[in-house]
């Protein structure tokens, strides 16, 4: 989930805090020099941290190995931490040539900090987005608004951006979607695709024969389950791919009676 639409103004906040601490606690500067350390640090921690998000939520395929998604993700933060150090050393050089001795004896534990504040960035912009409760009904005002027809049958194929194209992914191929906020992510053999739409929009049109909303962010093909196993106190549908989806209590049932089980 982009931090930003998870909470824009609660992301700048943090980062300016931690840009602010990060400058007070690297360095024996004096304080115009650690407020101009923490603005040019925090910027660039910002823009690290979307950066981090894009490549993670784009560039990288679901369908890697777990120990290969962690070693890319680690050396890609690594990456961005030399940036983000590098860039903000130069800066202080340039601006504080007489502090830069200073600077210097402090590298380690600037790059120490940097490194550890984005793995916990891009960790909070990839956790699922939870779905939030419905608002209670209030009583209309006025004359009643006109009904919004629901779809009279289910889609056999839904259509996605890829860039500048559109990608046309049929029903069939859909292994399951999981909530992402205003988005719903698409999980096929091909790999994962975003589109804006909610979960309960993509209950309503998909085939109920073969979807089920197994938890309030996931919605399985059961087509593609190949069984169902105790996972600690859950249970979880294991997909024919190896992946493993937990079933929320409420909705155990309900899978069981479309499995006819």
């Given at each position: 989930m982009n931090p930003f639409e998870k909470d824009g103004n609660g992301y700048l906040v943090v980062c300016s805090?931690?840009?602010l601490a990060?400058?007070?606690l690297t360095g024996n500067l004096s304080a115009g020099e650690r407020l101009v350390d923490g603005a040019v640090y925090g910027i660039l921690l910002l823009l690290a941290g979307m950066m981090l998000w894009s490549i993670?939520?784009?560039?990288?395929s679901g369908d890697l190995p777990p120990l290969y998604?962690?070693?890319?993700?680690?050396l890609i933060s690594l990456l961005a931490t030399l940036c983000v150090v590098g860039i903000e050393t130069a800066v202080l050089y340039f601006c504080f040539p007489e502090s830069f001795g200073e600077t210097l004896a402090s590298l380690p534990l600037r790059l120490f900090i940097t490194l550890l504040g984005l793995i916990i960035f891009w960790l909070y912009g990839l956790l699922p987005a939870t779905e939030k409760?419905?608002?209670?009904?209030t009583v209309p005002v006025g004359p009643p608004p006109e009904p919004v027809p629901a779809p009279t049958a289910a889609v056999e194929r839904i259509t996605v951006r890829n860039g500048q194209k559109i990608k046309i992914i049929s029903v069939e191929e859909i292994l399951y979607l999981q909530a992402e906020g205003d988005y719903v992510s698409i999980r096929t053999v091909e790999g994962r695709?975003?589109?804006e739409q909610t979960m309960k929009y993509s209950e309503e049109i998909l085939p109920a024969d073969r979807f089920v909303r197994i938890h309030r962010s996931y919605i399985v093909n059961i087509t593609h389950i190949s069984r169902i196993e105790r996972y600690g106190e859950q249970q979880s549908?294991?997909?024919h791919n190896g992946e493993r989806i937990r079933i929320s209590a409420t909705r155990y049932q309900l899978l069981r009676r479309r499995l006819d089980i």
């Open positions: 805090v931690f840009a990060y400058a007070f993670f939520r784009y560039a990288l998604r962690n070693i890319f993700s680690f409760p419905a608002a209670e009904p695709w975003l589109k549908v294991i997909l």
